[in-house]
């Protein structure tokens, strides 16, 4: 407490101090977030289409390319396909945790949790809702009502019409995907204006089926300009919220994968461009990792996590592969080289001052059955020095797992056999 204050400073003094305890500790409920998947949309195109809403809420916030894929080469290598993308970004890991590898979802690894199940399990009074233009984006990926999510369920949806053959027939132009876009972000809007639910998933196809069809191109360009017309349509609906209600909003846009350089029509590959997604937001408080660094899908849920003030369970928290693109960070980027004699884990240090304790287990049981892993303390070392090196005497067996923790943040790899 700072001597000699008078009673009005004082006042002022502790309002202060109450509002930095609100900001940094309360699970306020006006905070809502609400992210959409715009599938396949190479940043390139983005950035050359007109795109009038987009460029709206990104000079609110901002606008950053981004890659997804994991790490190329790594054991985190993950395919640029949709649903392991969508999957990325729900669980904040890459497909070496999360396991779905490809559109048919065949089984994924649900002890790395959704960004949903986050929310539910931190707040179970807090309303979720998805809108969205592909079924098993619910009942695969968010996995709604199974014994494996805990029987998660979402408080609202709107979704399944592409199954729905007779209103929606489907034809070879995919107009019925263009239809059901529109209702989807017609509904959204609708649903998020008068409702507000505190976490939303909005999805919509369309861009990625004309590319599929026509490529890069004229086609392609309109398919965009479309999707930025259907997000205007929500953000709307959310600007509408921030303004009346006072309520504090958090949109996230991005996409799942690029596409390919030849002609825009594939994905799937490790190409940078296929590698390549953008996000737009209206988060102001954004760290100078998303300005000036290359953030990644599996960022987005730890950045909803922080703005929503989730409290994480440790034992989740230390499986995820992104870091807050919001707020204070320590350390990004961390990787594993071996040489002869050593293991040496580097990162890139986020501040000037701090340690990071470097954590190492040589279990993996979160991965089999969730149980949680003990770790042991290595040792520490300066967030600027920006590496630790270790014996590989100290480290028997091919395959460990290290968990890096600084003071805002932590990261985690794995050591795995050449
Ligand atoms: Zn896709």
Redesign the pocket.
């Known amino acids: 407490m700072p001597p000699m204050l008078n009673r009005f400073q004082t006042l002022i003094f502790f309002s202060f101090m109450c509002l930095i305890f609100q900001e940094s500790f309360a699970q306020d409920p006006s905070r809502k977030a609400v992210f959409i998947i715009l599938?396949?949309i190479p940043a390139d195109v983005l950035e050359r289409v007109n795109t009038p809403n987009l460029d709206k809420i990104a000079a609110i916030g901002g606008y950053s390319r981004g890659f997804t894929g994991g790490k190329k080469g790594g054991y985190s290598e993950t395919p640029t396909i949709?649903a392991v993308?969508y999957n990325s970004l729900l669980t904040g890991t890459w497909a070496n945790k999360h396991n779905v590898w490809g559109n048919g979802i065949e089984e994924p690894n649900y002890k790395y949790w959704t960004i949903f199940r986050f929310l539910k399990e931190a707040r179970p009074e807090a309303k979720t809702a998805i809108f969205s233009t592909w079924l098993d984006n619910r009942t695969k990926l968010i996995g709604e009502g199974l014994a494996e999510t805990g029987r998660l369920k979402l408080d609202y949806h709107f979704d399944g019409f592409e199954l729905d053959t007779l209103s929606y027939p489907h034809d070879e132009d995919k107009r019925y995907i263009l239809t059901i876009d529109h209702l989807v972000s017609y509904e959204a809007a609708h649903y998020l204006k008068t409702s507000g639910p505190d976490l939303s998933w909005v999805y919509l196809e369309y861009t990625?089926d004309i590319a599929h069809r026509f490529g890069d191109g004229p086609e392609m360009d309109r398919a965009v300009q479309i999707a930025d017309e259907q997000v205007g349509r929500i953000w709307e609906a959310i600007d509408f919220r921030r303004k009346n209600l006072k309520e504090d909003w958090l949109i996230f846009i991005t996409t799942?994968?690029g596409r390919t350089i030849e002609d825009g029509k594939d994905h799937g590959g490790q190409s940078d461009r296929e590698r390549e997604i953008w996000m737009v937001t209206n988060a102001e408080n954004l760290n100078s990792y998303f300005k000036n660094g290359e953030p990644a899908m599996v960022d987005i849920m730890p950045t909803i996590a922080r703005f929503m003030n989730l409290e994480s369970p440790q034992e989740q928290a230390k499986e995820l592969d992104g870091v807050p693109l919001i707020g204070p960070i320590s350390i990004t980027q961390a990787d594993l080289k071996e040489t002869e004699t050593e293991i040496i884990l580097s990162w890139k240090p986020m501040e000037a001052q701090g340690k990071v304790e470097i954590w190492i287990s040589k279990e993996n049981n979160f991965k089999t059955s969730g149980q949680p892993d003990s770790y042991v303390l290595l040792g520490q070392s300066e967030v600027s020095s920006g590496e630790y090196r270790i014996q590989k005497n100290e480290v028997a067996g091919d395959w460990a797992k290290f968990v890096l923790k600084g003071q805002h943040n932590m990261l985690n790899l794995w050591k795995v056999k050449e």
Do not use: T
Request: proline share 0%; net charge negative.
């Open positions: 599938d396949g949709s993308g990625d799942d994968h």
